[in-house]
C-alpha cells in the first residue's frame, strides 16, 4: 500500500461488491485504520441496492496475518483504552458481516491468522486455496484471542475441536478448513481464480430477496432455539411466496421441476 492510500479498497461492478485489505507489504495485518475502513466498505457495500454479494480479499497472495504488532505496541503504551479502540473497532468490521443483508464471501489464499482466521469465521461463506495457511495463532505469542475466536470457533467447529486449535496454535489447510466446517470449498492454486468467481458470479444471479431471507433466516435461527427458528421460516417461506413475485418463482420451480 502506498504511503496516504487508505487500508481497504472497495469496487463495486456487476452486483458485486469487492472488497480488498490493501496492506500487501504487512500482509494485510490488521490496524484500527483497517478496521475502520473495513466496516465502512462493509456497510457502503451493504447500502447499495445495486449489490448482490459482497467479496472480501487480502492483496498480495495473503488474506490477513492477524493484528499488526507495531500498532499493538504503539496502543499498549498509551493505555488500556487505546487498546481497547483497536479491538472495539475490528469488532465493529466483523459485526458488519451479519448486519448487512447481503451474503459476505471470504475469498482465502495465503495466510490467514489469528485476527485473518477470525475474519474467516465472521464469514458468511469461506472459498479457500488448498494450500492456505491458516489459524489461531494467539497462543504461540502468549496471547488470547481479541476479534471473535474464543467464541465464534467454538460455534463452528464444536468446543473439543475449538479448544485443541486455541491451545496448540496449529494450523490448517484449506483442505483441513473444509473438512472442519470452516470453509465452504477449497480449490487448488492453478484453479483458484477461476473457480472463486464462477462461485460468485453464480450468486450474484441469484433473486436478491431469496438470497438475503435465507442469509437472515440461518444468522438469526442460529440466535434462538429451533422451534422459534421454525417459526421464523415459516413466516418468512409464506411472505416470500404470498409477495408480488412469489408467483413467478413458483412458477420457475415447477416449470424446473417438469424438465
Not at 164 to 182: M, P
Not at 186 to 198: H, I, L, N
Not at 205 to 211: H, L, M
Request: hydrophobic content about 45%; overall charge negative.
Amino acid at each position: 500500500m502506498t504511503a496516504g492510500m487508505p487500508p481497504v479498497r472497495l469496487e463495486i461492478a456487476d452486483g458485486i461488491a469487492r472488497i480488498t485489505l490493501d496492506r500487501p507489504d504487512a500482509m494485510n495485518a490488521v490496524t484500527t485504520a483497517l478496521a475502520v475502513s473495513l466496516e465502512q466498505a462493509i456497510r457502503v457495500a451493504g447500502g447499495d441496492g445495486s449489490v448482490s454479494v459482497v467479496v472480501i480479499r487480502g492483496a498480495g497472495g495473503n488474506f490477513c496475518a492477524g493484528g499488526d504488532f507495531a500498532e499493538v505496541q504503539r496502543l499498549r503504551a498509551e493505555g488500556p483504552a487505546a487498546l481497547r479502540s483497536l479491538f472495539e473497532s475490528f469488532r465493529g468490521a466483523c459485526e458488519a458481516v451479519g448486519a448487512i443483508a447481503q451474503p459476505v464471501i471470504a475469498v482465502v489464499e495465503g495466510i490467514a491468522m489469528a485476527g485473518g482466521f477470525e475474519l474467516m469465521q465472521a464469514s458468511d461463506v469461506v472459498l479457500v486455496r488448498d494450500d492456505a495457511r491458516i489459524s489461531d495463532n494467539h497462543v504461540n505469542f502468549g496471547m488470547v484471542p481479541g476479534g471473535g475466536g474464543s467464541q465464534r470457533l467454538p460455534r463452528i467447529v464444536g468446543p473439543q475441536r475449538a479448544l485443541g486449535l486455541l491451545l496448540s496454535g496449529d494450523r490448517l489447510t484449506g483442505v483441513d478448513a473444509v473438512e472442519w466446517g470452516l470453509a465452504y470449498r477449497s480449490f487448488p492454486a492453478e484453479a483458484f481464480d477461476a473457480e472463486v468467481e464462477r462461485f460468485v458470479s453464480r450468486l450474484a444471479t441469484r433473486r436478491p430477496d431469496a438470497v438475503r431471507t435465507i442469509k437472515r433466516l440461518v444468522r438469526e435461527g442460529l440466535s434462538t432455539d429451533l422451534g422459534s427458528g421454525l417459526d421464523l421460516e415459516l413466516d418468512a417461506v409464506v411472505d416470500h411466496i404470498a409477495g408480488a413475485a412469489g408467483g413467478a418463482s413458483v412458477s420457475a420451480f415447477a416449470d424446473r421441476k417438469d424438465k
